[in-house]
């Protein structure tokens, strides 16, 4: 090799070198980064201030699972963290949770569907409206959103639904700017995933939102959580022939496929939350994160008679310049979170970005 060709093949060395670390930089930024990546509290929770108390008590919490032998130590198979979606991961209010917007436009504006909409879908979409603009509360509305979700989106197979919630996730935010609906992910948030999957923990999302409405946001996103550990509310999955035949009298076929059957279930908030866990994880979590009221009965049980050591986090949505915030929500969770012994994460000062440098707030 002559020194001509040596040298255009150090040159070719490097770039490839500088390449390799830009796309390692942009994985850990967004919190998805390769696991030996992720190993060190310093890289893989950059997104946070340095002095962040809830990181430390976190940081430390892993290390001590890890150390055989030690008070802290906990099996890899026991290692089961929970976290809630809408204000814990995802953005959750603009102007309300992303399955009550989903809704709101599939029977309001959908020009495929919205002349076809019942006038009971048409109530609830009224009043998710009306709480977005006027600040109104309906008792009861998550129940009836769950029932108006089912019966509005009946018919479609799942891979139809995914696909439906795809193109939504395309519209832009409507109080930010850089920012589409399906990009609304909390990037300090998306870290501690990496940081504990590196670490042999093993996540589920257990989120209060329609199961198939989560796995379509976690679809195709910076979330690395495979569709069987995310759980959520629930509706009626049939097939096209079922018609009104009990699933213990019909036999599914080579012909056949699943729609949704139109049919609500259940709300997976507050107690149906525990609930779920222990029917669908089979162990106790000994970690939680959450953001609300909603999840207090999943932080309670996370930290209640668990065998192993423990740690209930709840976000406090104290950034009114970067988000959404709301500063009496947030005072009212540090009390919760003094009173019941949780761990409260300040969005303001905890930190260092919320969406990105892209992304403004209008």
């Known amino acids: 090799m002559n020194e001509k060709t040596a040298s255009k093949t150090w040159k070719v060395i490097a770039v490839s070198a500088i390449c390799l670390l830009l796309v390692v930089s942009i994985l850990y930024a967004l919190g998805v ?10 890289r893989a929770l950059s997104l946070w201030t340095k002095d962040a108390a809830a990181k430390e008590k976190l940081v430390a919490f892993v290390k001590a699972a890890e150390k055989k032998g030690g008070p802290g130590y906990i099996p890899v198979e026991n290692r089961i963290a929970v976290f809630d979606l809408d204000g814990t991961l995802f953005c959750e209010t603009d102007p309300n949770y992303f399955d009550y917007t989903l809704l709101a436009y599939r029977v309001l504006e959908d020009p495929t569907y919205k002349d076809r909409a019942s006038d009971f879908e048409k109530e609830v ?15 009861g509305l998550e129940v009836d959103h769950g ?6 989106f ?10 439906y919630i795809q193109e939504f996730k395309k519209q832009p935010m409507p109080s930010y700017t850089g920012m589409t609906r399906g ?34 946001i976690v679809y195709d ?22 018609g009104a035949t009990d699933g213990l009298q019909y036999v599914y076929d080579d012909n056949d496929k699943l729609v949704l059957g139109g049919e609500f279930v259940v709300k997976n908030l507050k107690m149906n939350k525990v609930t779920v866990i222990a029917q669908e994880i089979g162990v106790q979590p000994v970690l939680s994160f959450g953001n609300s009221t909603g999840d207090a009965s999943m932080a309670e049980y996370v930290t ?12 406090c949505c104290d950034d009114t310049v ?8 947030a005072d009212k969770m540090r009390n919760l979170c003094a009173e019941f012994g949780w761990e409260p994460i300040s969005m303001k000062n905890d930190w260092a970005t919320i969406y990105g440098d892209g992304v403004a707030k209008k």
């Open 147 to 152: 029932r108006a979700v089912a019966s509005a």
């Open 33 to 42: 980064g390769w696991k030996t990546y992720a190993k060190s509290a310093d």
């Open 154 to 163: 009946a018919g479609m197979t799942v891979g139809e639904f995914n696909a």
């Open 125 to 139: 979409a009224g009043k998710i409206v009306d709480q977005n603009e006027n600040g109104t509360s309906y008792p």
């Open 304 to 315: 209640s008679n668990n065998p192993y050591p423990s740690l209930a986090f709840m976000l």
């Open 221 to 242: 996103s910076p979330l690395d959580v495979p569709a069987r550990q995310i759980i959520g509310s629930d509706e009626t999955l049939v097939a096209p022939d079922q």
């Open 322 to 329: 970067r988000e959404n915030g709301s500063t009496e929500k």
């Open 183 to 216: 990009q609304g992910w909390y990037l300090p948030m998306l870290q501690v995933v990496a940081y504990l999957q590196a670490h042999d923990f093993t996540v589920y999302v257990v989120s209060g939102t329609d199961r198939f409405i989560v796995r379509g």
